[in-house]
């Protein structure tokens, strides 16, 4: 619908005349797919005048050099948004990454997808824009009771994402799009006087009883100053030296699984009902499923329509995987995790990385040479036959066919079995197909450590745990939200905000 279109539209609906309306905005846009007539519903503010208000009110940031200074571990979203609030409140953010800039990560990821070889410090987890960077992008969050989801999105447009993303109710961003925005944030941080260091490993705390007084990288710098550590959750040494550094540590509940992959034409006609191809008003469907499987939660994650599978880890010898999509969500296949809920109750060992051992065998045992991945197709999985035949995928690497009874363990292989064939149920049969593929495992769906921190977000005097490595957040938002909490903490308590 054009412009012109939906300002007539509202002033009919209002009763006003169009010559008395300046300016018509969108506040929301959803899609209501519950019946066969989809119907794409707006909520739409007038307004009257020459001068509406700004869409988003945009961030000042001042000029930080010779300001106190606050150390900023990783440079994924709660990373970013940490440094990005302690520059907003005049103190001097210096970020440490252990991996490389986001164009030069596009090169090592390419070459993982390509050959097969992983680079460890900069891969899909590692590098500037953290797990973020090459991420699908959506920014929906249920955590909007923890903070300003709001601001979040308006830094995101202040740095070149589109607008639509303030009003959409599932805003996305696209793989395509992320790293442009990314580095345009860490040009704000360098322009007023911070710094972003790239190959900066952090190994180790300096501590003087509880208080944390800075850090210590791998080529021996040290950086002094209160900490926010922000190092996502496939930083397994980070955890290793805050226990030998007396941090209190606990295992965290998770869930697991695999991908899944349809192709997109199906989706579509499950979502929208209909058969044929897609109405061009209409975006590429997703879908959300939920059901519970002898007493586990069982739900799709991080659906990514017109997406690709991508593999995912950070260390030779595991096998992860993960999806993403571009901002036009083109492609031909939709993924999305199906994962199992993991309680730490259920491990036999009680030990703050237990739930990390228990992950990472799996991740182990799913290993092929050059991250050739296991994959299964749905209908066989279900009937527990091995498959003879695979259908096309996106993930770039080859896949074996290989049973998931086998790689998996059985309380979340049949936690699964059951939600498919309960989300067959939902959708006619249609979702539980031969043409579905499974690729395994996801793993790295939320931290399996929780990093403990008091009501004001810290470990002792000087340590801000933040973000999905230490816990507390799940997705870009969330991570965002905790990062911008964790410094204005650090602020308060150093007495620097402004
Ligand atoms: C392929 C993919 C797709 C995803 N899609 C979405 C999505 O669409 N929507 C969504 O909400 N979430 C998505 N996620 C999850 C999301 O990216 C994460 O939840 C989010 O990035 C977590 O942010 P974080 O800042 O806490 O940690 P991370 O993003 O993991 O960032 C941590 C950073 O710390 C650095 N680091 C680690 N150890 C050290 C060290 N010792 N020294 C210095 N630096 C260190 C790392 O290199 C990294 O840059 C996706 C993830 C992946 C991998």
């Known amino acids: 619908m054009s412009y012109t279109a939906l300002k007539t539209a509202a002033c009919r609906r209002l009763r006003i005349p169009d010559d008395e309306t300046s300016s018509v905005r969108i506040v929301r846009r959803s899609i209501d ?60 953010p210096v970020v440490l990454e252990r991996g490389k800039n986001v ?21 899909y987890a590692f590098g500037e824009g953290g797990a973020g960077a090459f991420s699908d992008g959506k920014l929906y969050t249920r955590s909007s009771k923890r903070g ?31 790293p442009y925005i990314i580095e345009a944030m860490r040009r704000t941080i360098e322009e007023h006087g911070g710094s972003v260091l790239f190959g900066k490993k952090v190994t180790g705390l300096m501590r003087k009883g509880d208080e944390t007084e800075g850090v210590v990288c791998q080529d021996g710098s040290e950086y002094r ?21 007396g941090c209190s540590l606990e295992a965290k509940s998770t869930a697991i699984g695999v991908r899944l992959e349809h192709p997109q034409a199906l989706i579509d006609s499950i979502q929208y009902h209909a058969a044929g191809k897609r109405n061009p008003f209409l975006p590429p469907a997703a879908y959300s499923f939920v059901t519970q499987a002898g007493g586990r939660g069982v739900y799709s994650f991080c659906m990514c329509p017109g997406g690709v599978i991508v593999p995912a880890a950070s260390e030779d ?55 050739a991945a296991p994959a299964q197709r749905m209908d066989d999985f279900v009937k527990g036959h091995v ?52 690729i395994a495992p996801e793993t790295r769906t939320s931290s399996p450590v929780r990093i403990l921190r008091d009501q004001n977000m810290r470990q002792g005097r000087g340590l801000y745990p933040a973000g999905e490595g230490a816990g507390y957040a799940g997705g870009i938002v969330s991570a965002a939200i905790d990062g911008t909490e964790a410094a204005l903490r650090l602020g308060g308590d150093y007495g620097c905000l402004c």
């Open 33 to 92: 797919a519950r019946r066969r007539d989809v119907r794409i519903n707006l909520s739409l503010r007038v307004f009257a005048g020459d001068n509406p208000p700004e869409l988003y009110r945009k961030t000042e940031f001042p000029y930080v050099e010779g300001k106190k200074e606050a150390v900023v571990v990783g440079f994924g979203p709660a990373g970013i948004f940490a440094a990005l609030t302690l520059l907003e409140h005049g103190i001097r």
């Open 103 to 123: 164009h030069e990560r596009l090169k090592d990821t390419a070459r993982l997808s390509r050959d097969g070889i992983l680079d460890p410090e900069s891969n």
């Open 148 to 178: 300003d989801v709001g601001r979040i999105l308006a830094l995101l447009v202040q740095h070149g994402a589109e607008e639509s993303i303030l009003w959409d109710s599932h805003p996305h961003i696209g793989s395509d799009r992320l």
């Open 225 to 245: 100053g209160p900490v926010i550590l922000a190092a996502g959750h496939s930083a397994k040494d980070v955890y290793s030296f805050l226990l030998s550094s």
């Open 317 to 371: 010898g595991l096998q992860v995987v993960n999806g993403m999509s571009p901002s036009s969500r083109g492609g031909k296949m939709a993924n999305s995790g199906m994962i199992a809920e993991l309680r730490k109750e259920e491990l036999e060992e009680s030990d703050p990385l237990a739930m990390l051992r228990f992950v990472e065998n799996v991740e182990r045992r799913c290993f092929n040479p050059g991250f």
């Open 387 to 438: 498959s003879s035949s695979l259908p096309v995928s996106t993930y770039p690497r080859p896949l074996v066919s290989a049973a998931m009874d086998d790689l998996l363990p059985p309380f979340i292989a049949s936690a699964l079995r059951e939600g498919f064939q309960a989300f067959g149920r939902m959708t006619g049969g249609r979702f539980l197909t031969h043409d579905a593929l499974m």
